[in-house]
């Protein structure tokens, strides 16, 4: 008899996962497992909020491997030893993964392929969290694209895989092998407890992703540059991450919503989501093929930066004390919620390494340990982006301005005022300038602008410029505010 033993990592689902179907279809017996490794556990990128999601998505991966007949094993410890170990105590033929891209992680499984080989037993890996892997879409003379445009362009051109099916009942009884009980929450595993923002687990994947296509994607095209209640986008980026939901379901669920659209912008709007996407597999790709930028700049001359700002500003950064209300409320929302909107992304991490001078790395980290969906690849490229050392064409004196930024995605001031309750009575003409009312400012015991932002402006473009050279300065001032 064959046995196929399953190793779940970043996808947590039974529904549309590739190597578990591998395993499921070429084994007589499945074997899923989980190992919990203390080298992503104990590492300071990882945060509450990430570890509480994993949690509650690993009791709902075990329920719904149960109500099949099947079980999860639980196992703790270095999965060089675990997985090889498990592996030769069920009896498998082989072991079977989806690849994950992160530089930790290749590594991690080349160890893990090492291990098992010395046993006999072979690793196979599957392609599953993206549609298109590392070197699969290239450029017409063979290279890596850098720049976003042409890629989504070919990566369109290719074609596009759909759902494989759900897990079915055991061919065979599963193993009787001891496996750990999960942990009761996040404290359990070293973390803090986390408010649950998010309902995690393969279910709720689905389910958010359905409610989202009834109606809110033929909105996108707006939806995603607004602040509101009822939220513009599919905030599906903690099942991408965690893989509760699969990229295939999703990209065959949006063809189908597409071809219900309502008009031509509501199909323009589908077509915009695609691209965020396909933004996702842009700095998969980008990751995997450059490794180095996990750790600096894609383009190497901005590792000579000497970044001005101090501890004092960071730490008013991460605290939302920095005396501007957009930059606040989105800092204090991350804190409480381990959540932010992508344009708030955009505006604190132009904030913090263009105003306040402080490195994109140190926005990176905190960023990874905050966030839900803190993702190596999108976080890392979303960073690199807004500092303007990244792949993207997007020049480094694109410098956003946080007040006409505000005024744009929060136009009556109620995200604001929902996250900064100083502001709470602020008058609309001023609750994203509270300055320009000094007695109201006093009043509200709200924090004066700890930089001045156009004065900020100057100093980020010189700092840029003495590391880039005169070549690439700004063309007009147009370029500088968007
Ligand atoms: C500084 C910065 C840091 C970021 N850090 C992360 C991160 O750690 N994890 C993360 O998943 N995304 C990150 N992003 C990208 C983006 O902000 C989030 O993916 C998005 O806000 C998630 O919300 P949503 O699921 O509602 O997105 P939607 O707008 O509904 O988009 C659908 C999906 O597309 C993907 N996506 C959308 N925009 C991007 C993008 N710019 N880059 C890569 N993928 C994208 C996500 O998987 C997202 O769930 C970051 C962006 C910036 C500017």
Known sequence: MKTALHWFRRDLRITDNTALWQAYTEGDRLVAAFCWDEAILKSPDVGPARVHFLLRSLEALSRNLE??????????????????????????????????????????????????????????????????????????????????????RAWKARPVSWPVPRLGPPKAPPPVVPSLPLPADARELGHPLAQEVFPAGER???????????????????????????????????????????????????????????????????DTWLSELIWREFYLQILSNHPRVATGAFRPEYERIQWEGTDAQFEAWCAGQTGYPIVDAAMRCLAATGWMHNRLRMIVAMFLTKDLLVSWQRGERHFMRTLVDGDLAANNGGWQWSAGCGTDAAPYFRIFNPVTQAEKCDPDGSFVRRWVPELRDAPSDCVHAPWNRPLFLTKSRYASPIVQHDIQRGRCLAMYQAVKGASTEPRTPDTLDE
Do not use: M, W
């Open 204 to 270: 709720a994947g689905l389910e958010a992703l359905d409610r989202f296509l009834e109606a809110r994607v033929f909105d996108y095209d707006h939806g995603r540059n607004v602040l509101s209640l009822e939220p513009g986008t599919s905030q599906l980026s903690p099942h991408l991450r965690f893989g509760t939901l699969g990229i295939r379901t999703v990209l065959e669920r949006l063809q189908s919503a597409r071809a219900k659209a309502p008009t031509a912008a509501g199909q323009k709007s589908c």
């Open 67 to 152: 109500s099949l007949g099947h079980r999860l094993i639980v196992r703790h410890g270095p999965p060089e030893q675990v997985i090889p170990g498990l592996a030769h105590e069920v009896g498998a033929d082989a072991v079977f993964v989806n690849r994950d891209y992160e530089p930790y992680s290749v590594a991690r499984d080349r160890r893990v392929a090492e291990a098992l080989a010395g046993r006999g037993i072979v690793l196979r890996s599957h392609k599953d969290s993206v549609i298109h892997e590392e070197r699969e879409v290239l450029t017409r003379t063979g290279t890596v694209f850098s720049v976003f445009t042409p890629y989504s």
